[in-house]
C-alpha cells in the first residue's frame, strides 16, 4: 500500500468508483455524470497545486483503491475532509492511510487550521469508527436539511488528538 498525490492519470479509476452502487450507497449527492466527476476532480487537483488543498491516493499493487482529499476555508482556519475506499479493500487500513496523510499535510499547508470538518452518512459504521478514531466528534446540532447524513469536526488546536504536532506531521 503506498499513499500517493492524485494525479491527472486518476481519473478514470476514480470515476468508476465513483460510479459504482456499493460505493454510492454513502454519498450525499445524487447521481452525476462523467463531466462533472471530471471537473471536481480537477478542482481538488488545481487546489492542491495552490496549496489550498491536499488530494492523495492509495495504490495497491500499482492499482488505486482509495482517495482523500482535504480543502482549506478561504481563511485557512478551517478545512473539508473527503475520503473513499474501494468497497472491496476496505478494513484493510486503507482509510485510516489517507485520513492521517490528508490530516498530516492539511497541517504543513495550512498552519492556521484549527478546524477540520467532515459529512458522513448515519449508517455508514466503518467511517463513524475510523472519525472516533483519529478524534472526530459528532457536531452538536446535526443539519435537518443534510439527515440522514452526520456533521463531524476534529478541533486541532484544542488537543483533541496531536493532529498538527511535529510528531504527529512526521509520522511519528
Known sequence: MKVRAAKQ????????????????????RGPED??????????????QRKRQGVFVVVDVNGIGRGYG???LSLTGDSAHVEFGVDPRYQRKGI???????ILRAGCRIGPKLKRVKAVCHQDNEGC?????????MSSAAPDIAALPYLSWHLIVDAGEIPACSPRFINGA
Open 9 to 28: 492519470g486518476d481519473l478514470g479509476w476514480l470515476l468508476v468508483l465513483h460510479s459504482g452502487g456499493a460505493f454510492n450507497r454513502w454519498i450525499m
Open 128 to 136: 463513524i469508527r475510523l472519525l472516533r478514531s483519529r478524534g472526530f
Open 69 to 71: 482529499v482535504l480543502l
Open 95 to 101: 482509510g485510516g492511510a489517507l485520513l492521517d496523510e
Open 34 to 47: 462523467l463531466q462533472s466527476l471530471a471537473d471536481e476532480f480537477s478542482f481538488k487537483l488545481a487546489a
